[in-house]
């Protein structure tokens, strides 16, 4: 594999293309993490680099167009890559915590211990069959219409 086609499948595994975000979207997400990772960069290492992140650059490798790809760009991928991931774990494991708190909830309406201590209503849900239906005359509106 070479140099070219790493960087190209570690960028698109990175910022996969999905309903939301097209190809120009993706490359623009890449860009902007990797100018962010350039700027936590020490001036003098800056300094040794032939070239900055350009958005040209990195459409040049995500399409796999560039003619060689140096040991920083490959290193600030990575670097790049393995942040998405952090970022994606902790989004994942705060999915699954509101999720575990959705089926928690649902567990316990389905036993009736919250149902019947809250009424018909939980959380703005109406259940039918729960607890007596309150009628409310004054917000009747079936009658009264045109006049």
């Given at each position: 594999?070479?140099?070219?086609?790493?960087?190209?499948?570690?960028?698109?595994?990175?910022?996969?293309?999905?309903?939301?975000?097209?190809?120009k979207a993706a490359i623009g997400d890449a860009?902007?993490?990797?100018?962010?990772?350039?700027?936590?960069?020490?001036?003098?290492?800056?300094?040794?680099?032939?070239?900055?992140?350009?958005?040209?650059?990195?459409?040049?490798?995500?399409?796999?167009?560039?003619?060689?790809?140096?040991?920083?760009?490959?290193?600030?991928?990575?670097?790049?890559?393995?942040?998405?991931?952090?970022?994606?774990?902790?989004?994942?494991?705060?999915?699954?915590?509101?999720?575990?708190?959705?089926?928690?909830?649902?567990?316990?309406?389905?036993?009736?211990?919250?149902?019947?201590?809250?009424?018909?209503?939980?959380?703005?849900?109406?259940?039918?069959?729960?607890?007596?239906?309150?009628?409310?005359?004054?917000?009747?509106?079936?009658?009264?219409?045109?006049?």
């Amino acid at each position: 594999m070479t140099d070219t086609a790493f960087a190209s499948e570690l960028m698109q595994e990175t910022f996969p293309i999905r309903a939301g975000r097209n190809v120009k979207a993706a490359i623009g997400d890449a860009f902007s993490a990797l100018k962010q990772r350039e700027r936590q960069l020490p001036r003098a290492v800056l300094r040794e680099r032939p070239r900055q992140w350009t958005e040209r650059r990195v459409r040049a490798l995500w399409n796999r167009e560039a003619r060689r790809v140096d040991h920083y760009e490959i290193q600030d991928l990575t670097a790049v890559a393995v942040e998405e991931a952090r970022i994606e774990r902790l989004r994942l494991r705060a999915r699954e915590e509101r999720l575990a708190a959705i089926l928690a909830a649902a567990d316990q309406g389905e036993l009736g211990s919250a149902a019947g201590a809250q009424g018909r209503s939980i959380r703005g849900v109406d259940l039918p069959g729960v607890g007596p239906a309150e009628f409310d005359a004054e917000a009747d509106q079936s009658e009264g219409w045109g006049q």
